[in-house]
């Protein structure tokens, strides 16, 4: 069985969604602490399409020195992000084809009032899911209660499962110890996601953006390209 772990994500990126659709089970890594400083973090933010260029969406957290667990983490409700977030998206996606199938989406990350981030990005991530046609089996890593840390706790939730291979993101040839997989007799792979190339409207293609870009664009066959590799 193939099995993926990784920490939840604000409205994520394509290679997220990509390394889930290759994976039999996916292990939402939600008891860790939410990083506050790292430049690849992406739990409480992600990038869309501006006028000018990306743009970042952040999830304003309290606590931002607690650096609390991922599924503990509040939402600061008093800096009105949800009003900030739903509107820059309608402004710059608003007339691409398939904005109106989006509706779902806005509707529950804009209109409930959130109070936790773990809430937010599990309802987030169901819908975007179903909307791109992946059906991968779900878990959390707080419903299993796996101890440990870095390559122990990947290991550790990876035997909890019963993978017999674990597919890693690519950061994970820093810190995996491959031999501990190698005596556990769980294979291990890497995800080194090749970004497609695919029309953005009228704009110069940006990549690296929220898998919301691609849907706007290009609706139901938006799982086809995230999964077909450029030439």
Sequence with gaps: MIVSIAQPAYL???GYFDRVAASDLHVVLDHVPLERSSTTRFTNRNKVRGPGGPLWLTVPVVGASRQPAIN??????????????????EQAYGKTPHFAALAGLL?????????????????????????LGIGTRIVTSSQLGVPGSKSELILRLC???GATV???GPFGRDYLDASAFERSGIALRFHDYAHP???QGSLPFEPYLSVVDL????GADSLRLLRTPPE
């Design 12 to 14: 994520p990126w394509l």
């Design 72 to 89: 503990a983490a509040e939402i600061d409700t008093t800096q009105g992000w949800q009003q900030r977030h739903r509107r820059t998206l």
């Design 107 to 131: 509707e529950t990350s804009y209109g409930t009032p959130w109070t936790r981030l773990n809430d937010l990005l599990a309802v987030q991530r169901g819908w975007l899911l179903d909307a």
């Design 159 to 161: 035997e909890a499962v």
């Design 166 to 168: 674990y597919l890693s």
């Design 197 to 199: 190339v695919y029309p």
């Design 215 to 218: 849907l706007a664009h290009h």
